[in-house]
């Protein structure tokens, strides 16, 4: 295999210095292929020029090389032409391929042509061989563009067609008279009209009947000025019959000989005007909401209020338009407070509270306002939207009736102490008959005494006193004197005895009075501070207080009492519930015909607090009554008033507590649960503990 390389300052426009002809020469005469080269060298062509010599070293150079042409001998002693135009049609497709011999007839020639051979020479005439070669490079590299041009223009039509099938937008043209002449496959996928049988319709028999006088308007304001793009909306027919709301542009392109027509370019609308109408809708809504809406953008400046806003603030939409709605503070708010509504919603929680704020004109308003942060498609707040609502005239409402709560919930503690005095001076005014009965016995034992005749005896001893001995020794009624003092000792001795017994029972009696009136005097004093009290003394002053009606109603007392240490309790507000409640369960215990009366009272505690449970075997609550027993005013007894129960609970709560009341039904008894912190942390307790502090 030989290479040569030849180039000359004057070069043909099918090589250059820098980019030599690349040619591959199968010949076995050397004669030749020096001629070959004289010859290119003297046309000005610019070649390297590799010779091989069978088809080995040809296959060999076409996998190392590209060649821009190849030049074959038609007959060689180890192949021939054609099979080297076999190999090279199979390893370099395209590439020019020129048969030259000296013995080729004119139908190997053809034969050669057919099978793909570019052109051929014959030796007898070599200088056609520089022509054939420039003709063969030209023409290669024309076919080489016009297969690149033909791939271009078979891309170019895949992406615009992938633009119009996929297209949102329906793109024809229509003549003058509205008839279509040519449409986009899109057609197909946003009207339902396969291209076919779109292209031929009159447009405007598928307009909406209402729609087509403006919709030709529109069209012939277009034919009138080429330069013009009209936009008109419209209601189109579907293939399914349905109609679909298209926005339409449209440009005349009659003087474009191509297009000899008008271009429109028509996009369904529909699910948009939907959200449109949805939108006003809304909007509408929003505007005429009863209450107040504002929206901020993240930073807080107002970018829309509605009417509502106005009305509760005092100022108009252009007034607060890229303000901040600091401009409603009342001071009646430090700033901890607004921190931490700031702090809430930039972390995207809802903020909810009442506020004051003061309005335009310069007075304040309670409004309770909710703000809640609004975030895009990637979860980023962007804005906020706050709804208020002026609540004012319920917080003066809810005054008031705080208010009146209170002077009823006075009015009944006022009823409760009433009611808990006319217990102990019942109790007392037992205590003061069983007085009265042991007075009267004694004042009777003191009249009946024999210690009157005792007097009679010293009188006759005093008689005698000169001569005692013979006196009891030797007069009849001296020997009785003995005797009868002593059966007058005896009879002594027991008056002194029932006389002692009678005078202890008065103590105890007065004792018990003394009890009573000293636990209504704890109890009247007003509770301006807790004490450590323990509730099973509580209790037994609660049962010591009712003893007397215990003992009337023959109710027995079961004592289930843990262990539990002293504790810090609002002490009368405690023992007034007790005693209510016991007096209670005692009249349920009266009221019922179960043959044994017995009240059960447990004191336990659990997770820092105390229970007091008190059961009787009484009469029972109904469903209907359970429901409202604590109502205030609501009793179920003849002479009740309804405010024991309603008062117990109040206290309870005050307290930090609780009462509860369990029943099966009537006939079944009933569970009052009263329940207290250990350390209660509101009602009178917490505040005598504050008020304790310098």
């Known amino acids: 295999m030989l290479t040569a390389e030849y180039t000359r300052p004057e ?55 590209r060649f821009d042409i190849i030049l074959a001998d038609y007959q060689l002693p180890s192949c021939s032409g054609m099979q080297a135009l076999e190999e090279a049609a199979r390893r370099c497709p395209g590439t020019p391929f020129v048969v030259v011999s000296g013995a080729i007839g004119e139908e190997a020639a053809i034969e050669g042509l057919k099978r793909g051979a570019t052109d051929y020479v014959l030796k007898q005439w070599p200088e056609r061989l520089a022509p054939v070669i420039r003709r063969a490079i030209r023409e290669a590299r024309e076919r080489a563009q016009f297969e690149q041009a033909q791939k271009e223009l078979g891309r170019r039509e895949k992406y615009l067609r992938a633009l119009t099938e996929n297209s949102l937008d329906v793109l024809c043209t229509v003549t003058p008279g509205g008839v279509v002449t040519y449409t986009s496959p899109s057609v197909k996928h946003v009207l339902g009209y396969e291209p076919e049988e779109f292209v031929g319709q009159q447009i405007f028999s598928l307009v909406h009947p209402d729609d087509v006088a403006k919709a030709r308007k529109a069209f012939e304001e277009g034919l009138l000025n080429a330069e013009l793009r009209v936009r008109h909306e419209l209601r189109f027919r579907k293939r399914d019959q349905s109609w679909c709301h298209l926005e339409v542009v449209g440009q005349s392109h009659l ?21 449109e109408a949805t939108l006003r809708l809304q909007s509408a809504a929003l505007e005429s909401a009863a209450n107040a809406i504002v929206i901020t953008d993240r930073a807080g400046r107002v970018i829309w209020a ?27 708010h430090d700033q901890a407070f607004y921190r931490n509504l700031w702090e809430t919603v930039i972390a995207g929680r809802v903020w909810h509270s009442e506020m004051i704020n003061r309005h335009k004109d310069g007075h304040l308003y309670t409004e309770e306002a909710t703000i809640t942060p609004v975030r895009d498609e990637h979860g980023e707040i ?47 005014g037992n205590v003061l008959n069983s007085i009265g009965v042991a007075s009267t016995c004694l004042a009777q034992s003191l009249r009946k005494s024999n210690s009157a005749r005792l007097s009679q005896v010293v009188a006759l001893l005093r008689e005698h006193e000169t001569n005692l001995g013979n006196f009891f020794t030797t007069d009849p009624r001296g020997k009785l ?21 009678e005078i202890d029972q008065l103590e105890r009696n007065l004792d018990h009075i003394k009890a009573i009136v000293t636990l209504q ?127 117990a609970l109040a206290a309870a709560k005050e307290m930090g507590g609780s009462l509860t009341v369990q029943s099966d039904g009537p006939g079944r008894g009933a569970t009052f649960t009263l329940e207290l912190p250990a350390n209660p942390a509101s009602g009178p307790a917490a505040a005598a503990k504050s008020s304790d502090r310098p």
């Not at 009868?484 to 001795?493: I, T």
């Not at 009368?572 to 009221?591: F, K, P, T």
């Open 306 to 332: 509605n009417a509502a806003f106005s009305r509760l603030t005092g100022y108009s939409l252009a007034d607060v338009l890229g303000q901040s709605p600091r401009l409603l503070k009342s001071g009646k």
């Open 481 to 501: 004197v003995p005797g009868y003092l002593s059966q007058l000792a005896e009879k002594l001795a027991s008056e002194q005895a029932s006389a002692l017994h």
């Open 11 to 65: 070069l043909a426009n099918c090589s250059s210095p820098g980019n030599p002809l690349r040619i591959l020469h199968l010949e076995d005469d050397p004669d030749f292929c020096e001629l070959v080269k004289v010859l290119l060298a003297r046309d000005g062509i610019a070649s390297e020029l590799v010779v091989v010599s069978d088809l080995d070293e040809l296959n060999a150079a076409l996998e190392k090389t």
């Open 382 to 428: 962007t804005h906020f939207i706050a709804v208020k609502q002026d609540i004012s005239d319920r917080k003066r409402a809810e005054l008031d009736l705080q208010r009146a709560h209170n002077q009823l919930l006075a009015f009944s503690r006022q009823a409760a102490i009433a009611e808990f005095a006319t217990g102990i001076l019942h109790n007392v």
């Open 255 to 275: 003087d474009n000989p191509e297009i000899a027509g008008v271009v429109l370019s028509s996009r369904d609308i529909s699910q948009r005007r939907q959200v």
């Open 521 to 647: 005097q704890d109890s009247a004093k007003a509770a301006t501070r807790p004490e450590v009290v323990k509730l099973a003394d509580l209790v037994a002053d609660a049962l010591k207080m009712n003893s007397n009606a215990l003992v009337r109603g023959q109710v027995q007392v079961i004592k289930e009492f843990a262990e539990i240490p002293a504790t810090m309790l609002w002490k009368h507000g405690v023992l007034q519930i007790l005693v209510n409640l016991i007096r209670n369960a005692i009249q349920a215990c009266e009221a019922s015909s179960a043959p044994q009366r017995a009240l059960n009272i447990r004191v336990n505690h659990s997770n820092d607090r105390f229970r007091i449970a008190i059961t009787d075997n009484g009469v029972g609550i109904s469903n209907e009554n359970l429901a409202q027993i604590c109502n205030l005013g609501f009793t179920t007894k003849k002479d009740g008033h309804g405010f024991g129960l309603h008062s």
